[in-house]
């Protein structure tokens, strides 16, 4: 039975949440294995709308277990509130959820100072969502974090949360100047969460090895996108984890080599939220109508997002890096009626060089002008659309184009929000795909 990873091809929010959903009814386990509740897969039930932000997205459907990997820092309060409101609409949690012991914790701390290094930051600052990511993970590295595994002795969890907030509180309240939060309090609240959690806790490496064995469908939920990754993104303008399909083996405990299948998802546009290089980012009035017809805005921040061109450049570079089966093309729709559409195939960099490979160093990234093509658009709403057959002549055009552009097959696309607004493409990785 296949392990099948789905992960973002450009800075997040590309759609993987309703790629998820589709895959996971088929899925006995749906594993998150990066990030926290930074991210914000929006997924379609009919009419009601599901927003999860540290959930893999298989809790919607009955059967699967849904893991959430060692690789992910977790914020308690918000996976509370997470678990809570899918239990008044009944969902049942407890049932479907478990997560891993290793997973290292979010503090309000983290929080706090990540608000802090923004501030600190000044021009250079990142546009984080201000959750605690960069700072909870920095602890982890640096070896001071805490896990999951760590609150279930109490007499641990003291002593490991004692050394971390002296340091914490020392650097908010004389660095910084803000008022931390007390000891007491955060190690209370804490205790009580954790009681909650307390069946819920697994090994979670053990858990996919075991299904795997057993034959069980695994699907591998990507949070962000690839150039969001902390090695492979425009860094520093990245998130603090590992976004691509090599963030796997890390962030579960699932050996490398039984991954059986990849694919990314892609909008037939760009968009990014947050600070950053993006070289076909669009302007005017041309950015303000594809942001409304893309109704692009951020999931978990509800910030405006940065919306351009589809970056062929970009797209090579992150397909090739993770080593894709396949794309899932999606949002399709939202171009109707920009015509002609463009689609960066190569950059100039500063100087006049050419180069179709995406280039090593961000700075050169802030100064490149795009070469594009120019493709016909088309006037018509597709959403309605069931097959590829079905789409106007000149929106086939526009998809193998950017097949080619890729060299990946487009294995599926997505025309809406809906559950059903999505058919295979043409190629052959349609039927791979229709197995994973
Ligand atoms: P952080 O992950 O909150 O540290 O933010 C780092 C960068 O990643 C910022 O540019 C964020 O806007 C971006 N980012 C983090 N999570 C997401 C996401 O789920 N979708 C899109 N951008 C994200």
């Given at each position: 039975m296949p392990a099948t990873?789905?992960?973002?091809?450009?800075?997040?929010?590309?759609?993987?949440?309703?790629?998820?959903?589709?895959?996971?009814?088929?899925?006995?386990?749906?594993?998150?294995?990066?990030?926290?509740?930074?991210?914000?897969?929006?997924?379609?039930?009919?009419?009601?709308?599901?927003?999860?932000?540290?959930?893999?997205?298989?809790?919607?459907?009955?059967?699967?277990?849904?893991?959430?990997?060692?690789?992910?820092?977790?914020?308690?309060?918000?996976?509370?509130?997470?678990?809570?409101?899918?239990?008044?609409?009944?969902?049942?949690?407890?049932?479907?959820?478990?997560?891993?012991?290793?997973?290292?914790?979010?503090?309000?701390?983290?929080?706090?100072?990540?608000?802090?290094a923004e501030v600190w930051?000044?021009?250079?600052?990142?546009?984080?969502?201000g959750r605690g990511i960069?700072?909870?993970?920095?602890?982890?590295?640096?070896?001071?974090?805490?896990?999951?595994?760590?609150?279930?002795?109490?007499?641990?969890?003291?002593?490991?949360?004692?050394?971390?907030?002296?340091?914490?509180?020392?650097?908010?309240?004389?660095?910084?100047?803000?008022?931390?939060?007390?000891?007491?309090?955060?190690?209370?609240?804490?205790?009580?969460?954790?009681?909650?959690?307390?069946?819920?806790?697994?090994?979670?490496?053990?858990?996919?090895?075991?299904?795997?064995?057993?034959?069980?469908?695994?699907?591998?939920?990507?949070?962000?996108?690839?150039?969001?990754?902390?090695?492979?993104?425009?860094?520093?303008?990245?998130?603090?984890?590992?976004?691509?399909?090599?963030?796997?083996?890390?962030?579960?405990?699932?050996?490398?080599?039984?991954?059986?299948?990849?694919?990314?998802?892609?909008?037939?546009?760009?968009?990014?939220?947050?600070?950053?290089?993006?070289?076909?980012?669009?302007?005017?009035?041309?950015?303000?109508?594809?942001?409304?017809?893309?109704?692009?805005?951020?999931?978990?921040?509800?910030?405006?997002?940065?919306?351009?061109?589809?970056?062929?450049?970009?797209?090579?570079?992150?397909?090739?890096?993770?080593?894709?089966?396949?794309?899932?093309?999606?949002?399709?729709?939202?171009?109707?009626?920009?015509?002609?559409?463009?689609?960066?195939?190569?950059?100039?960099?500063?100087?006049?060089?050419?180069?179709?490979?995406?280039?090593?160093?961000?700075?050169?990234?802030?100064?490149?002008?795009?070469?594009?093509?120019?493709?016909?658009?088309?006037?018509?709403?597709?959403?309605?659309?069931?097959?590829?057959?079905?789409?106007?002549?000149?929106?086939?055009?526009?998809?193998?184009?950017?097949?080619?552009?890729?060299?990946?097959?487009?294995?599926?696309?997505?025309?809406?929000?809906?559950?059903?607004?999505?058919?295979?493409?043409?190629?052959?990785?349609?039927?791979?795909?229709?197995?994973?």
């Amino acid at each position: 039975m296949p392990a099948t990873a789905v992960i973002g091809l450009q800075w997040g929010d590309e759609g993987k949440g309703k790629v998820i959903d589709h895959l996971a009814a088929r899925a006995d386990v749906v594993v998150r294995f990066a990030g926290g509740n930074n991210a914000g897969h929006t997924v379609f039930v009919g009419a009601e709308k599901y927003v999860l932000h540290l959930i893999p997205g298989g809790i919607l459907h009955h059967g699967s277990i849904n893991l959430i990997g060692r690789g992910v820092v977790v914020n308690l309060a918000a996976l509370l509130k997470e678990m809570e409101g899918l239990e008044a609409r009944g969902i049942p949690v407890a049932e479907r959820l478990r997560i891993d012991g290793r997973a290292h914790l979010i503090f309000p701390y983290h929080m706090q100072m990540d608000g802090m290094a923004e501030v600190w930051r000044g021009a250079g600052r990142i546009g984080t969502t201000g959750r605690g990511i960069g700072p909870a993970y920095s602890d982890k590295v640096a070896r001071t974090g805490i896990r999951l595994s760590d609150l279930l002795d109490p007499e641990t969890f003291r002593t490991r949360l004692k050394a971390a907030m002296a340091e914490k509180t020392a650097v908010i309240e004389k660095v910084y100047g803000q008022v931390a939060e007390s000891y007491e309090h955060l190690f209370e609240e804490t205790r009580r969460a954790v009681e909650r959690l307390r069946p819920l806790i697994v090994d979670g490496g053990a858990l996919l090895r075991h299904a795997h064995a057993a034959g069980k469908r695994i699907l591998f939920e990507g949070a962000q996108g690839t150039m969001l990754d902390l090695d492979a993104g425009t860094y520093p303008f990245v998130t603090s984890s590992w976004t691509g399909v090599w963030g796997i083996a890390g962030g579960t405990g699932f050996p490398p080599r039984s991954l059986d299948r990849a694919y990314a998802v892609s909008k037939a546009y760009c968009t990014r939220v947050g600070e950053g290089p993006f070289p076909t980012e669009l302007s005017g009035e041309l950015e303000r109508r594809l942001r409304e017809q893309g109704k692009e805005y951020g999931a978990t921040t509800g910030r405006p997002r940065r919306c351009g061109w589809f970056d062929a450049v970009q797209a090579r570079y992150a397909a090739a890096l993770n080593g894709l089966d396949g794309v899932i093309l999606t949002n399709l729709d939202v171009l109707y009626g920009f015509d002609p559409i463009r689609v960066a195939v190569a950059y100039r960099l500063p100087g006049g060089k050419v180069v179709t490979e995406y280039p090593a160093e961000h700075p050169a990234l802030g100064e490149i002008e795009p070469v594009y093509e120019e493709l016909a658009g088309w006037q018509d709403d597709i959403s309605g659309a069931l097959s590829f057959g079905e789409l106007p002549a000149v929106t086939r055009a526009y998809v193998r184009f950017l097949e080619r552009q890729m060299g990946v097959p487009i294995a599926s696309l997505s025309v809406g929000p809906g559950r059903d607004q999505m058919f295979d493409g043409e190629s052959a990785a349609a039927a791979s795909w229709v197995k994973a």
